[in-house]
């Protein structure tokens, strides 16, 4: 199974940035789709962003679009997620995963889909 590791979190003011990192360990992170997801105090876990396995194809959650990028870098084992305008309403603790899956071309959004996670970030946008 796959080692996940999340960096990047802090606090930061309404409208600031930041990029969060997801290391993973194992020779198979290059063939497989990474999803992000975030999980706010009192609600539930909720997909934000996705990427492939080569990275040609990328979903977003309606609230990132827009503000949000994912990207990975095989090379490195390590998927980004670079967040813009942030707002306090994402304030959450964000998670990467990894897919079950092998060489899905289609992004896969459920935490169903998702087979090795890691521990999480925690992100706090104040107002």
């Known amino acids: 199974q796959m080692q996940l590791v999340e960096s990047g979190g802090g606090l930061v003011q309404a409208g600031g940035s930041l990029k969060l990192s997801c290391a993973a360990s194992?020779?198979?992170?290059?063939?497989?789709?990474v999803g992000w997801f975030r999980r706010a105090p009192g609600k539930e876990r909720n997909f934000v962003a996705g990427?492939?396995?080569?990275?040609?194809?990328?979903y977003y959650a309606d609230y990132a679009n827009g503000r949000f990028t994912i990207s990975r870098d095989n090379a490195k084992s390590t998927s980004y997620l670079q967040m813009n305008s942030l707002k306090p309403e994402d304030t959450a603790v964000y998670y990467c995963?990894?897919?079950?899956?092998?060489?899905?071309?289609?992004?896969?959004?459920?935490?169903?889909?998702?087979?090795?996670w890691g521990q999480g970030t925690q992100v706090t946008v104040s107002s």
């Open positions: 194992g020779r198979t992170f290059g063939s497989t789709a």
């Open positions: 990427i492939n396995w080569n990275g040609r194809n990328t």
């Open positions: 995963a990894a897919d079950r899956r092998a060489f899905r071309e289609v992004v896969p959004t459920t935490p169903a889909d998702f087979g090795s």
